[in-house]
T-cell receptor, first 111, second 111 residues
Framework: NAGVTQTPKFRVLKTGQSMTLLCAQD?????MYWYRQDPGMGLRLIHY???????AKGEVPDGYNVSRLKKQNFLLGLESAAPSQTSVYFC??????????FGSGTRLTVV | TQLLEQSPQFLSIQEGENLTVYCNSS?????LQWYRQEPGEGPVLLVT?????EVKKLKRLTFQFGDARKDSSLHITAAQPGDTGLYLC???????????FGQGTTLQVKP
């Protein structure tokens, strides 16, 4: 069982570059989420989706965009990367009201 | 804004000792979940509690949800080196499935 797959696992970007992080889940979950994890700050919600074609802002959405064109995929985009976006990014999915299944993360460094 | 405060942030103990991690908020949550995260991996769900006063046991781990559904605790009996990791509590909203995470408690169990 693949669960939640994130690509890439590691990436180094220069300030101002753009990139897309891909999240794919094979559990037919309705809900999908993007979090960032920084030392001492826990996990903070960037954007989330409660179904195909729908997205909503989380706690820290600035500088990020998302799309959910297919139920199984949730894409996170950085249009113009900044050093403050250096972080570990986690995607998760769930059924409504149930626990999350997380991916193994993408470690992003912006120089 | 809903916040979850975890304490302690760091805990280093000897094998065989007992410990308790606390998760507190001024907000009421529809559910409270606990996750464990190992280095380089995503968090893994340990338990979900949904009823005020609920107690759940998972081998040597005991989870409790406060009567008012604002706080929770995780108690580990006779800790083992394999319990080492980052423990995260997360409060849930029944409407959106969103989780608010605490900052985490880093546990180190020395042999």
């Amino acid at each position: 069982n693949a669960g939640v797959t994130q690509t890439p696992k590691f990436r180094v970007l220069k300030t101002g570059q753009s990139m897309t992080l891909l999240c794919a889940q094979d559990m037919n979950h309705e809900y999908m989420y993007w979090y960032r994890q920084d030392p001492g700050m826990g996990l903070r919600l960037i954007h989330y989706s409660v179904g195909e074609g729908t997205t909503a802002k989380g706690e820290v959405p600035d500088g990020y965009n998302v799309s959910r064109l297919k139920k199984q995929n949730f894409l996170l985009g950085l249009e113009s990367a900044a050093p403050s976006q250096t972080s570990v990014y986690f995607c998760a999915s769930s059924y409504p009201g149930h626990g999350y299944t997380f991916g193994s993360g993408t470690r992003l460094t912006v120089v | 804004t809903q916040l979850l405060e975890q304490s302690p942030q760091f805990l280093s103990i000897q094998e065989g000792e007992n410990l308790t991690v606390y998760c507190n908020s001024s907000s009421v949550f529809s559910s409270l979940q606990w996750y464990r995260q190992e280095p380089g991996e995503g968090p893994v769900l340990l338990v979900t509690v949904v009823t005020g006063g609920e107690v759940k046991k998972l081998k040597r781990l005991t989870f409790q949800f406060g009567d008012a559904r604002k706080d929770s605790s995780l108690h580990i009996t006779a800790a083992q080196p394999g319990d080492t990791g980052l423990y995260l509590c997360a409060g849930g909203s029944s409407n959106t499935g969103k989780l608010i995470f605490g900052q985490g408690t880093t546990l180190q169990v020395k042999p």
